[in-house]
């Protein structure tokens, strides 16, 4: 323990937040994106451009199109499912499942296992029902949200492992940074530009103090949504290895009712539109999002429509089955739910955010982005403080030690190194060929060797030249993504705004925003120049001068 409370607690966010501070940075900037990934997923494809300008359509027609559009192109499918079209998702999507050619699931061998069915999909035009054209494959905005806490070119396991430990350490450095600084809502309205450590510690309270509710809940609900897999145990000891019942128990919407099946006997599928105007009237107005048919065509027929996320808190959703060729209701799931489900929904739903409307969601993306700053100027703050013990040798014409070169390189690969890889993948999604296998894959190694060659750059010449080249190579790069929109394909903001799709539109403006912020951010690190060396050898000479008096004065004695 240090010499006081205050002091240990002092210690103990120093180390909390340093430790993992590069890892929580990249948690931070991919869990922000991750709140517009419907967006960027979209600009990421901009053979879909032209269809977000089209006049939405109602629900129950576009249902009705997808289905006339499944009948054809899927009618031996066992299950389709439609997603219908919202106002971050413009266009309709009708997927199927493809069973196993009947020869291979007929006669298996006995050392063979059984093939798994693959699915298949198609994006329709949600006013004609027509196929648009087939989009470019990308992961797109769903890569920063699997980042966030599965990482990557590794298990899942071992990512969320990862992730959740650096979270336990953000919970650490966020309480005791509140017990640290006892003057933190003063110190909120406080900021001395140019005082050196004294402009890094008042940006670090600002951007902390300024989203400190979001911080503390962004950081515990992100634990909580992975509780079962950091404490199994109560889990284990209700329900030993009955895996089923718990996964209908906590995740109440994934219940059937009355899954059978086929038969074999032909029966017409009742109308859906009915049966989403009933469930509408059922949810008090909500819209449905999903409907899933489970044996269309035959008598055993099942309809699941699954209300939209956007209408309540949590995450747990609700669902409605009913007999695909009579419409008797079935059953319901989601609404009636144990108080420890529900409450582990609310938590898990204010994490992802899909509740929000497009105010809140902005709200929650400058929140995260102001927990990038704080997490980044408090690892910068270390490196100032350490630095200033340094004084004295550097000014002798000595070296800083290995263990401040070594976090200074880092600070700069992760705070730089990380902006300039994300604008990379944005650019690789518009250069690397279409047609080309495991294009996905390739975008995802674009953005791996640009952050590694960022990051080894940084290790090798930690110094404030290569701070800037980074800030204005990601700032460049970010900025010019709405001029390299329109030149490969998509819908540049010339087009994007008057016909209002700001979905695109967004994704552009932001962009530019990014852009110039880290521009700015490369100017302000050139134009603050180091010491130079006539004073750096004015500071020598001060020093070796005194000598001389030091000893005379210890003669004298």
């Not at 240090?2 to 900037?29: D, I």
């Not at 299950?79 to 106002?87: G, Q």
């Not at 190194?417 to 279409?434: D, H, K, S, T």
């Not at 903001?493 to 951010?521: E, Q, V």
Request: charge should be positive; hydrophobic fraction near 50%.
């Amino acid at each position: 323990m240090k010499e006081g409370f205050r002091q240990s607690m002092a210690w103990l966010h120093t180390w909390s937040g340093l430790l993992v501070g590069w890892v929580l940075f990249m948690v931070f900037a991919a869990g922000t994106s991750a709140y517009f990934r419907d967006e960027i997923s979209l600009w990421m494809k901009p053979e879909l451009h032209a269809g977000t300008a089209s006049a939405p359509a109602r629900p129950e027609q576009a249902v009705g199109l997808a289905l006339q559009h499944l009948q054809r192109a899927a009618a031996g499918s066992p299950r389709w499912t439609i997603e219908l079209p919202s106002e971050r998702e413009p266009l309709l999507r009708a997927g199927w499942t493809v069973p196993p050619p009947a020869a291979a699931a007929s006669a298996p061998r006995a050392d063979e296992r059984p093939r798994r069915a693959r699915f298949a999909s198609a994006t329709l035009d949600p006013a004609t029902g027509q196929p648009v054209a087939a989009p470019r494959e990308t992961r797109g905005g769903d890569f920063f949200y699997r980042l966030h806490f599965d990482l990557h070119y590794m298990s899942a396991i071992w990512g969320r492992w990862i992730v959740g430990f650096c979270a336990m350490f953000m919970l650490v450095a966020i309480v005791s940074g509140i017990v640290t600084h006892k003057r933190i809502f003063q110190d909120f309205f406080t900021f001395r530009p140019k005082k050196g450590q004294r402009s890094w510690l008042d940006a670090h309270n600002a951007t902390a103090v300024l989203a400190l509710p979001y911080h503390l809940m962004i950081t515990y609900t992100g634990l909580v949504t992975l509780m079962f897999l950091y404490m199994p145990w109560g889990q284990q000891a209700v329900y030993k290895d009955d895996r089923q019942t718990f996964i209908a128990e906590v995740f109440p919407a994934s219940a059937g009712f009355g899954n059978q099946k086929a038969t074999g006997i032909a029966a017409p599928l009742v109308p859906v539109d009915a049966l989403m105007r009933q469930a509408s009237a059922a949810w008090h107005g909500a819209a449905v999002s999903r409907v899933v048919v489970n044996n269309p065509g035959d008598a055993t027929a099942r309809v699941t429509l699954y209300r939209h996320e956007g209408g309540t808190l949590s995450a747990n959703q609700s669902s409605m089955t009913f007999d695909g060729t009579s419409g008797q209701l079935l059953g319901r799931a989601g609404e009636d739910i144990a108080p420890a489900s529900d409450t582990r929904g609310v938590l898990y739903g204010l994490h992802i955010g899909r509740f929000a409307h497009p105010l809140l969601r902005w709200l929650f993306f400058v929140s995260g982005v102001a927990g990038c700053v704080m997490v980044a100027t408090g690892l910068l703050l270390w490196s100032v403080k350490e630095r200033q013990k340094y004084g004295k040798a550097r000014a002798l014409g000595g070296r800083v030690g290995f263990g401040l070169r070594l976090v200074d390189g880092l600070n700069l690969g992760a705070i730089a190194g990380l902006p300039l890889a994300m604008a990379a993948f944005f650019w690789a999604n518009r250069f690397v060929p279409v047609g080309i296998a495991e294009r996905p894959a390739t975008e995802i190694a674009c953005f791996f060797w640009a952050w590694g060659l960022a990051a080894v750059a940084g290790l090798a010449w930690p110094g404030r030249r290569m701070w800037q080249i980074q800030l204005a190579l990601g700032g460049l790069l970010f900025a010019l993504l709405p001029v390299l929109n329109p030149l490969s394909g998509g819908m540049g903001l010339l087009t994007s705004l008057p016909a209002g799709a700001w979905r695109i539109a967004g994704f552009d403006l932001t962009a530019a925003a990014l852009g110039a912020g880290l521009l700015a951010a490369a100017w302000y690190v050139g134009k603050r120049k180091p010491a130079t060396r006539p004073r750096a050898a004015a500071a020598k000479a001060s020093v070796l001068a005194a000598e001389p008096r030091l000893e005379t004065a210890g003669a004298g004695r």
